[in-house]
């Protein structure tokens, strides 16, 4: 790798480890914690890469973006952030940078596109960046899970293509349709939200469509639209001229599913699908847990409860939580404790006393099999913090042969200790699993059957 980087960082560690491991790939690095040194150092004509955090203690990276790119129109800038907010990727795509990574982030993936990023020569002029108030909404998270929608969503903000927007009860499915509307170039325009059940009759559907003409039309849970109404709705879309709405639906069925089975008509399903978002499920998103609920906190103050804080073992009891009500039930649980906690931080014993009154996720291979997941993202995220955000390379083979190891030995446990049968268990090749219990060490014990 060859030329020279511009790092912006108020993270000491963060400009350190950059420093070296582009120092190290052949790169010239000049780092610094300050907005208004970097500008300097883009004027003078220094850098053929820029990397700059968001927050620094001069000034807004993303504010910034505008004058760096009027300075220097052909400097690729990759963004960092901490602050993950639905605003953050779409003021990035806007002004087109070349990259832009949540922390913590993968440092060799961001090696592999600074290395892109120095072979590129031309950037298109970049869109005014525009003020919102996306902070104030709960689309935050730094999971990847959530970056993956937010990048998703700021690509399609300003296009026509309809979006269909899928996920479970309590995810969040309204509030990211709404923010597709008022952060796109509809904004100014009507906005109409119909619930699928309203959607009865030819002139509703088509009085509704006209009336939004231009602006957004929501419609939530598609996938319960009857035979009649999927007739009638498919007539008016059809029928719409130009300058009719953008569509955009949101349901918790799989609609394909739906469509493939022939509940659901084929012909709107490709009409309202030109693009489908997952919202992902707080189980499958919990290193967002602390920032929903420092959020949920402040949100509970505006209106009128007691200011608390919740301390790191309260959050550590929120992580073991299934969620099954998502992130509705998780601000309805974060208010109550806001209520019954007699402490200015809420303890953890506070929080697993009031968890105990939540219903139980019900049992089974699949809910064993969400807690499993999320028990293991748990572990995962107090790893990457313990070592910072960064831990050692090698990081993917290290963690399957950790799970592997207790995995081989209790499915051996469980088979009596025959290998045959424990690799049907398993479900791999008989040679396979003796080459693991080899290399794992594992004594096959012949305990108990349990299978």
């Not at 290998?419 to 305990?447: F, Q, S, V, Y």
Request: glycine share 8%; hydrophobic share 40%; net charge neutral.
């Amino acid at each position: 790798m060859d030329g020279t980087i511009l790092i912006a960082d108020d993270d000491d560690a963060i400009r350190k480890v950059l420093t070296q491991a582009f120092t190290r790939a052949g790169c010239k690095v000049h780092a610094t914690s300050l907005a208004n040194t970097l500008m300097r150092w883009i004027k003078e004509g220094k850098g053929d890469l820029v990397i700059s955090d968001v927050a620094l203690p001069d000034g807004n990276g993303l504010q910034k973006l505008p004058e760096m790119k009027r300075t220097r129109p052909d400097l690729p800038i990759i963004l960092i952030s901490a602050k993950n907010s639905i605003m953050t990727a779409i003021r990035a795509e806007e002004e087109e940078v070349f990259a832009y990574l949540p922390k913590p982030f993968d440092l060799y993936d961001l090696l592999r596109r600074a290395g892109d990023a120095l072979k590129f020569k031309d950037r298109s002029t970049p869109t005014p960046a525009r003020n919102g108030e996306a902070d104030e909404l709960p689309l935050v998270g730094r999971s990847p899970e959530m970056q993956k929608l937010y990048q998703l969503l700021a690509k399609v903000m300003n296009t026509d293509i309809p979006v269909h927007i899928a996920g479970e009860s309590g995810t969040g499915k309204s509030l990211i349709a709404r923010s597709v509307h008022e952060f796109s170039d509809r904004r100014t325009m009507p906005f109409a939200s119909m619930a699928s059940c309203l959607l009865g009759d030819g002139e509703g559907i088509r009085g509704m469509l006209e009336n939004a003409r231009g602006g957004t039309v929501v419609i939530e849970e598609v996938g319960e639209l009857s035979d009649v109404a999927q007739q009638r709705l498919t007539q008016a879309l059809d029928a719409a001229k130009g300058g009719g709405p953008r569509i955009l639906t949101t349901t918790q069925k799989d609609l394909q599913e739906k469509t493939e089975s022939g509940q659901f008509r084929s012909d709107l399903f490709f009409r309202l699908c030109g693009i489908s978002a997952q919202v992902p499920t707080l189980r499958d998103r919990i290193q967002d847990i602390p920032l929903l609920a420092a959020h949920f906190a402040v949100r509970a103050e505006r209106q009128g409860f007691t200011p608390k804080t919740f301390s790191d073992e309260a959050l550590n009891e929120l992580a073991r939580y299934s969620w099954p009500g998502n992130v509705r039930q998780l601000e309805n649980f974060c208010k109550q404790l806001t209520v019954i906690s007699p402490e200015m931080q809420i303890t953890g014993a506070t929080a697993a006393e009031a968890l105990r009154y939540l219903p139980s996720a019900p049992g089974g291979i699949a809910d064993a099999e969400l807690t499993l997941s999320g028990a293991v993202k748990s572990q995962l995220l107090r790893y990457f913090e313990l070592h910072g955000g960064l831990p050692p390379r090698g990081l993917y083979h290290r963690v399957l042969r950790e799970i592997e190891e207790p995995l081989i030995s209790l499915a051996l446990g469980a088979s009596g200790g025959n290998k045959a049968k424990c690799a049907e268990l398993l479900g791999i090749n008989r040679n396979t699993l003796r080459r693991k219990i080899e290399l794992h060490r594992i004594t096959a014990k012949r305990n108990k059957t349990l299978v």
